[in-house]
């Protein structure tokens, strides 16, 4: 079979394509003077599927607790748990997958033709020595840190938290780069750069990664996400201030959780797959906007999370992380970093703004009847 580097996003899969292919025309996904690769020619990805589809069961041998609604097919578990192929079609993904992993056609060719299921999800014990949650849900988390034990709830494995991180985090180098933070001012005077940091420790208030009392910095990657973050409304005065960053900064990305490759060496396919899930939903979390009608017990899952990475130090005992960086839920385009210590950012200045329109979309969530 014939296909070229565009037809995946995987880093790795790319480059060996990349390094080794010619160059010509993709049959799967048009794409003119790409890289090719001929698995007639050429075996080096043959076999590099076999470690990750070893993680799915066909459904006829799934254990009987298994829940029906959560099998998938092949393709559709391998699209949705894992950001390997571009977008090609679902045939096109099948014939790659049978193409690369000869072994497993032949000696388990229905996990091809059924629905699959990964068995491990369901295995009580499994999940307790490999899950981030040992064998609880999200939701047993939250109940558990809202309503039994806040600061010492063993529901988390650090350990596995830990390793997760590290696995996702970035360097941020000093460079040309600004980040923004926003505050909605009461007139067209707005604040100067010295009132657009971090809120002083006796006024900082609850934050999906701060607890009351505690300050933290929030910034955005762009001025247009400011706006969204802080839900300015018609007519208000909004100072964005812009901000320099001190020293490099190691950050723990949650937006890198889907990016985070089945085929490097020693990983663990069937964990990473049961724990990516968490991942996302931590990510999810963070980036949920804060409502009005919220209560402070609310936030407490995610302040746990950032507190606990916080904590985590490098073998000469300094901290590890400088921050979180995750997606805007109100911004498409837009990040968002939660920065541990104010002092790394220095606010250089501030401009106002006057909101002049906004625009508003709805989605109907309910009906009453009289
Ligand atoms: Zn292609």
């Avoid at 931590?282 to 950032?306: F, V």
Wanted: hydrophobic share 30%; charged share 30%.
């Amino acid at each position: 079979m014939v296909f070229c580097s565009n037809c995946f996003h995987n880093l790795e899969i790319k480059s060996i394509i990349d390094e080794r292919g010619l160059l010509g025309i993709c049959p799967v996904c048009g794409t003119k003077d790409v890289k090719i690769y001929d698995t007639e020619q050429d075996s080096t990805l043959l076999g590099m599927f076999d470690n990750l589809l070893s993680v799915y069961t066909a459904e006829d041998d799934l254990p009987s607790n298994y829940p029906h609604s959560e099998c998938r097919t092949l393709v559709e578990a391998i699209k949705n748990e894992w950001d390997i192929f571009s977008d090609i079609s679902d045939e096109d993904i099948l014939n790659i997958l049978k193409s690369l992993s000869p072994t497993i056609l032949e000696d388990y060719p229905i996990v091809f033709e059924k629905l699959v299921g990964i068995p491990e999800k369901y295995d009580k014990d499994y999940l307790l020595k490999n899950s981030i949650l040992h064998a609880e849900k999200w939701d047993d988390f939250v109940e558990s840190i809202k309503h039994k034990n806040r600061f010492h709830t063993d529901l988390i494995d650090k350990k596995l938290l830990r390793k997760y991180c590290i696995d996702i985090s970035k360097k941020i180098p000093i460079s040309k780069q600004r980040f923004y933070r926003g505050r909605v001012a009461k007139n067209e005077d707005g604040f100067p750069p010295s009132e657009m940091g971090a809120p002083p420790k006796e006024y900082a208030s609850n934050g999906r990664a701060n607890s009351d009392g505690i300050s933290r910095l929030y910034l955005t990657n762009d001025r247009e996400t400011t706006l969204h973050e802080i839900r300015a409304a018609e007519y208000d005065y909004v100072s964005i201030g812009t901000f320099k960053q001190l020293k490099e900064l190691t950050v723990v990305d949650l937006k890198q959780i889907h990016k985070i490759s089945p085929f490097g060496v020693d990983v663990d396919c069937t964990a990473l797959a049961i724990n990516r899930e968490h991942l996302l939903k931590i990510n999810q979390e963070m980036s949920r906007p804060m409502r009005r009608g919220d209560s402070p017990l609310d936030y407490l899952p995610t302040q746990y999370i950032c507190d606990f990475i916080m904590s985590i130090k490098n073998e000469d005992g300094t901290p590890m992380f400088d921050g979180i960086e995750y997606q805007s839920a109100m911004h498409s385009r837009g990040s968002n970093l939660a920065i541990f210590n104010p002092e790394n950012f220095k606010c250089t200045y501030s401009r106002t703004y006057e909101v002049k329109k906004l625009h508003y979309t709805k989605e109907l969530i309910g009906r009453h009847k009289s």
